[in-house]
């Protein structure tokens, strides 16, 4: 089992910035490909952006990509997110995801979908004001 905690959410003005983190525990060794979700109120989750831990490769959706970056600490096995240029939009719910990308799992080839993550935090909030 992998444990994920999210950290850094908050309120903001449009412009501003935030960093997210977020924390896993237990069999971090299954935590090969790790993602950045949200779900604002009413609407579908979207993914945002995702990091494949041992080669590095990312993908963010095109809403982020520029204002985004995300990033993973091995050592201390932390994922984050710097959010920079925040938009109204961006408001919602942001949900860490990892998935031990085992034969077979969807994550390989849709890391930016969040239906085939095996591993969820209960996430933090992001609000960006006008």
């Known amino acids: 089992q992998v444990q994920l905690v999210e950290s850094g959410g908050g309120s903001v003005q449009a412009g501003g910035s935030l960093r997210l983190s977020c924390a896993a525990s237990?069999?971090?060794?299954?935590?090969?490909?790790m993602g950045w979700f949200r779900q604002a109120p009413g609407k579908e989750r979207e993914g945002v952006a995702a990091i494949f831990t041992g080669g590095g490769s990312w993908y963010y959706s095109d809403s982020v990509d520029g204002r985004f970056t995300i990033s993973h600490d091995m050592k201390t096995n932390t994922l984050y997110l710097q959010m920079n240029n925040l938009k109204p939009e961006d408001t919602g719910m942001y949900y860490c995801?990892?998935?031990?990308?085992?034969?077979?799992?969807?994550?390989?080839?849709?890391?930016?979908?969040?239906?085939?993550?095996?591993?969820w935090g209960k996430g933090t909030q992001v609000t960006v004001s006008s």
């Open positions: 995801a990892a998935d031990p990308l085992f034969l077979g799992s969807p994550v390989r080839v849709k890391p930016l979908e969040g239906s085939g993550y095996k591993y």
């Open positions: 237990g069999d971090t060794h299954n935590t090969n490909c």
